[in-house]
């Protein structure tokens, strides 16, 4: 077992810390909201007052922030990579640019730190649950030691390459899971414009070769899975900022490669227009509203 610093308990941190304490390890824990401090020191983690003396001492160091800038303030503006132990090793959890990611990583090794990027996919339901996937990039031999945490909060962990190479890979499904997403809506909206069932059109769907994750686990159509966001107000779940955030990742990726995203474009732009109708924060299976005009 570990000690563990985990900085960042939001809708993701929060349970993956929680997992962790279940396998036993020792955590000390630092969010800029104390209210989500106290949720893991009530489970019995230590509350730290700050990043640095969260990492004091630590063997593995997780972080799990909202963007790039985040990261890049905590590790180099703040300067946290100094108070790590040389011997510990970073897991970096969150969604950033790989540009980003490559940076934090570069000033690490700079320090004879061992760092992967580990982005997950799974959403707040795997993180709960302890079976995200972890899409990683770094050294093969950080991954070995990262590998005994990440299966206490993932099932599924692959080695995309180098530095960065996790946050690539995970920018490429997210944009695919954008497009799918308004995809799947548009065909919905389509077929109960014209008389359908939207549950008869989705178990069609789901048996057809249209067949998705959306229609097989994350129907956007209100009702239709009682489970789905789309059946409780879109509440909770993946943000509709954290989509835009993503797919704003991936123009940013497609520019520095010369790639064309015609689509990752297209449904960047049409979670924009529902972030900015209002619905930045509900799930992001609320871009079905679009099409309804039900926002
Ligand atoms: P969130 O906004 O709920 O949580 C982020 C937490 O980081 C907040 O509690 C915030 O107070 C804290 N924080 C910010 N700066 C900090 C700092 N300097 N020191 C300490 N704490 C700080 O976000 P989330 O939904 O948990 O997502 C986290 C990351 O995971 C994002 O990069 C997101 O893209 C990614 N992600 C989210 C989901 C999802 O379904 N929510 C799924 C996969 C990946």
Redesign the pocket.
């Known amino acids: 077992m570990s000690s563990i610093a985990f900085?960042?308990?939001?809708?993701?941190?929060?349970p993956m810390a929680h997992n962790l304490i279940k396998a036993g390890h020792s955590l000390t824990v630092?969010?800029?909201?104390p209210a989500?401090v106290q949720g893991l020191s009530d489970a019995g983690a230590r509350a730290a007052g700050s990043?640095a003396e969260a990492v004091r001492g630590a063997e593995v160091v997780i972080?799990?922030?909202?963007?790039s800038k985040?990261v890049e303030?905590?590790y180099l503006d703040?300067d946290l990579l100094s108070s790590i132990d040389p011997s510990a090793l970073v897991i970096e959890?969150?969604?950033?640019a790989p540009d980003s990611a490559r940076k934090v990583a570069a000033a690490a090794q700079a320090r004879g730190l061992a760092m992967i990027d580990a982005?997950?996919?799974?959403?707040?339901g795997?993180?709960a649950a302890g079976t995200?996937t972890f899409i990683v990039g770094g050294e093969p031999d950080a991954l070995q030691r990262a590998m005994p945490v990440l299966q206490n909060m993932g099932k599924n962990i692959f080695h995309a390459g180098t530095a960065g190479a996790g946050q690539v890979a995970?920018i490429c499904n997210?944009m695919l899971l954008g497009i799918l997403m308004a995809g799947t809506s548009e065909a919905l909206a389509l077929g109960v414009a014209n008389g359908l069932d939207p549950k008869v059109l989705s178990d069609i769907i789901a048996k057809s070769s249209g067949r998705n994750w959306a229609t097989e686990l994350y129907n956007p159509w209100p009702g239709v899975m009682e489970h789905a966001p789309a059946s409780k107000g879109y509440a909770g779940?993946?943000?509709v900022d954290?989509m835009l955030?993503?797919l704003g990742l991936a123009a940013e990726s497609a520019l520095s490669s010369r790639s064309s995203i015609p689509l990752g474009e297209l449904a960047r732009n049409l979670y924009s227009l529902h972030s900015t109708g209002g619905s930045g924060k509900l799930d992001f299976s609320s871009i079905v509203n679009l099409y309804t005009h039900n926002t």
């Open positions: 900085i960042g308990l939001g809708n993701m941190g929060a630092f969010d800029l909201v989500a990043a972080s799990m922030l909202p963007a985040h303030a905590l703040n959890c969150s969604t950033i982005p997950v996919s799974g959403g707040t795997g993180a995200l995970k997210n779940g993946f943000g954290l955030k993503d």
